[in-house]
């Protein structure tokens, strides 16, 4: 079986410096750069610095407002001929929209992420907009991941965070595969859950938990490349999506304030674990509390009533995707649990 | 970049029994089956059991008494038409064998070592004997790898703690690529050496380390896998193989009485974590103690003149293969540690 | 080097009522379908036919009425989950559309063209608009091409020897692609170039150039596949597009009303070949006149002025293409040489 | 469908002078170095030139005198490190040993061929010895074929005879196939059939069929290479070795003096294609009288005893695969035919 891996992976401190250098190195020196809104700003100078003294050649420059569709084919069409490589520096939008205009070029994409509230920017595909619905596009995954931990690290504690609660999913949605093939005979591949998992559980034995630590970030980088790859392994999401996505998905529909992606994720975490009796469910929640998760989440707990109305809602977002919500009468197991529960007291409110 | 990585992974125990049914999901059903010696009537009866109610047809089968390459291609050369696959049981030598079998056909080749004393069963090569004369061939990874951990948890310890020591030496091995990286510009395949160290990681911070313990067993075997991945990634044995292994194979040309690949690796790897004055260090010597490897190398010490010998004679093993032992001094420096070190008393004799 | 050829490919009398069955061999049993303008009524009972015998499911059928990148993909972010395989069938637009929209979902792509006007449909990319204008997109190789040849040979005259003159231009394409060899050192690709020869070759050499002839029809097509596939090899159009391609485009913008890709193609190839002193030119001129290629053009002349401006107007079309027309004074001498000699008189009007 | 093709292809008058020049090109400047037996005396002069003026090191260089794979083991596991290319000069012997040295440690080669007496220079496999014994090996198409087409001219002209005997027997061989689809179901590639047979045809239909003229050579050469191309879309030999082969393996075995493979299999098509009533038959026969193929014969006729026993030994040569020669009675009719029919009267003696 033949996958595709990054060519190109440096996650350490200051690597933004030497961007120049590797893209020299792997053959670019005529990019197209996709900044996200405001990133310029913040590490622009780095990267100019870096472009210079390797002589790379920017032949287009473009600032990414969103993930419409529309708007990155109006650039994916127009690039210059020549172009050799797109490099998206920036959050999850601009990664997706530069991950997207080199898979619309057939050209190798370097995914320069400058936050890690998700594991998407190593992933094969493409969180879009398109006629305003969001949709999971197929792209490639990226030639080149390049992390700057010093980057990452000064970031606001929230998306860090939100990586963790991401990473941490993989027990929940590993869990709900392996009930699936059970259930419904979908196939499971070995080597995809062991690498999705083995990542995870770097990040669990960490000893120092810290998200200010640059060598636990490295571990969390790396571990978020590793889920998707394991995506790639297994040529879906099944890897790194179960039950307690569907459940984010739901409450993203329904709240009238939604938070990131890898915070909803990462309680509903806490609830699928509950009702897969998942015996990692102790190292999850271990887990949330040494990294602060937790913590930040009882600061501002998410709103109860959608979270049990999502729960509920949850098994229709993907029909016919066997989770442990597709059992009967899980749903409603699900909500009395957690309305007797103290845990959730202030996780919801 | 394109990998190939096992199709087929299964760890776990009892997975003899279902041998069959997992090649015949992968459109097997006319095999050629090798055995190492002694291992059918080991294992050969869980395995026709399972060929029998799977209806798989085994249309030859061979044991394998050596890895001459004059014997192998004695039996590559005249599989039957129609052969699909060729699954190797057995040890080092059976699999070694049953990889090459099915890279001379280019057949995909199904794993199911019987013991784990080192990494070949997963790697893209074969040790293999041309002339009297040991050397490694470039073959393919195999299609598929089948441990059953019963019969790991069953063989001699030695076997488990080779392998656990071939292990152990990747924090070695990925010094000295880091170092030949600084030295002389050999490319670092960053992902490659991730992968490489995430898998021992797993195994080091894992809180019971019984060589008996089937959870452990199963991580190991995970991280002698992930390492034949590694390498494959590298496009060499580089992730895998650096001093340390020189020092071996200087052991195993130089020894009156060589020892498994495993302990002679993971006791010269204490020896050049020192002279690299590698931070994992403490870890090495941690995990080599309580899995019991150290205790077993001390009730039978490696021969204290011929490791000092190894030691000056590793460099030229592989002309032009940068490691700490090609730096001035290193070898006179590591000599002497060994002779004032207490560590070294009981370790040689 | 590794390259992408159709897996299935079918080019004989009554395919169309093989479809079903040709599907489910590949393993297809859930298909979107897309049929060009006026397709279903002229070849949709063959198909729903063959569909029903092979039991082959349309999970979304649809009618291709542009090849406007918002149109293709307002179907391809919708098609329901399980999709295995789009089937396009019909003319240029609806196999360009149906081959976008199974890029964009990485699903296989069967084209099954109801005309042969151009070498597009077995091409590894696809003509869109994007917001009016045409744009070459990237895609992917057909996994089939299936072509009813009694199809072919009912379409109007035109389209068949449209296809002839695209073909024919290969002649002129090659001759480009070494002259920018020599002048710019812009690499060939000499397998590319002999595959894409030599089908033409096959037609030249064929005894009975009739344009009803199944048998001379088969070899139409399959020039025009291996045209397709020479672009994959090479990884650009240049087997396949040269100066009187330029030409031909220009003519699109200028022209009052353009004709057929082909016959521009075609006429265009005359000129060329005479700028390049291009031995095959006699060739091109005998095949011409035997397939009636010729004489259908001189029935409705091209616009004498379009395409003397044309020429003029090519060699800023694709800035940086090097052709014969990018020699000093060729343009001039192309049109004295048109306004001089009499084989033009009746060509152009 | 992904398959492997040449990526360097030079088929013209003194290419040797360049081979330096093309290695270079290719990033190859480190290579091993096979010639047959003679071939340096023959063509070394141009190569050292090219060699030297590119700066290419040969770090082995090897005069291949059997296709012994014993003595092939030797050379192949003793390849210097960092060899990047085994490049093969000579006739099938030399390309053979070289294509598995190159195979054995998956290096590129590059074929030379200084006769082209049969299709196995282009083809994925290797004609090897083993124990005494003929065997069709697995290897890898070459990656690239040099031919200069001024020394195929200065062959004796058996040579090249012999191979144009070789091509033309894919009219049988094909034939042959879509027999054994109707017969046994086997299945056909079309792609592979399509460029198998328009290689021929542009042979066939080339005007002047002179083996002294360079750009017939030039045909055959780029003939015998897609001939080597559609075995590796088919995965099989069948597209080029159908019941004529057969005969001629067969004839190899009983014959006091064996001819050439392509003269042997040239003459078999001839009778092979009577008995498939095969509607090309007077197109062999055309063509093997234009190139002189069949005044050679006559002028040295086949063992006529020999050769009817090879026919009625043909049919167990590759047992399971189906011919014309498979169908009852068949050998018997076409022997009566061979004795009654006046064209065989001075073929056969």
Redesign the interface.
């Known amino acids: ?11 350490k401190p200051d690597t933004l410096f030497k961007l120049g250098k590797y893209l020299r190195k792997h053959g670019f020196d005529r990019i197209a750069l996709c900044y996200g809104e405001g990133i310029e700003e913040l590490v622009g100078r780095s990267i100019r610095i870096s472009r210079d003294s390797s002589e790379i050649t920017v032949v287009r420059q473009e600032v990414v407002h969103s993930n419409d ?2 708007d990155i ?2 650039v994916a ?1 127009h690039l210059p ?1 020549g172009t050799q490589a797109v490099v998206a520096v920036g959050g999850g939008v601009a990664v997706d929209a530069g991950k997207y205009i080199g898979f ?3 050209l190798p994409v370097v995914a320069v992420p400058t936050a890690i509230s998700n594991d998407g920017f190593a992933s094969p595909g493409a969180s879009l907009r ?2 305003g619905q969001r ?1 999971s ?2 792209a490639a995954i990226p ?1 080149g991941v390049v992390i700057d931990t010093t980057v990452i690290a000064a970031c606001p504690p929230r998306f860090t965070l939100s990586g963790i609660g991401d990473l941490i999913s993989k027990y929940s949605a590993i869990a709900d595969w392996k009930l699936s093939y059970h259930a419904t005979g979908e196939a499971i591949n ?2 995809s859950a ?2 999705a998992l ?2 995870v ?2 990040l ?3 000893p120092d938990k810290s998200i200010e630590d640059l060598g636990f970030l490295q571990l969390v980088c ?1 571990a978020l ?2 889920s998707g790859v394991s995506m790639e ?1 297994a040529g879906s999401s099944r890897p790194a999506s179960g039950s307690e996505h569907l459940i984010s998905h739901a409450y993203d529909r329904l709240a009238a304030r939604p938070r990131m992606h890898g915070e909803q994720v990462g309680v509903a975490t806490i609830a699928t674990t509950w009702l897969q009796d998942n015996p990692q469910r102790d190292t999850v929640l271990r887990v949330l509390e040494q990294t602060t998760f937790l913590s930040a989440i009882r600061a501002d707990p998410l709103d109860r009533a959608t979270f049990l109305a999502a729960i509920a809602a949850a098994p229709a977002v993907k ?2 995707y066997h989770t442990v919500l597709s059992e009967p009468g899980a749903v409603e197991r699900l909500q009395a649990h957690i309305a007797a529960d103290p845990l959730w007291q202030d996780l919801l409110a």
Chains 1, 2, 3, 4 share one sequence.
């Open positions: 079986m033949d996958i595709r891996i990054p060519s190109l992976l440096r996650i569709v529309t084919m109006g069409f001929r619309l070029n057939q398109v006629e949709i596009a197929k030639f070995d080597f062991m690498i083995q990542s559980e770097n669990v034995n960490h790396g490349v590793m392994v029909p016919g």
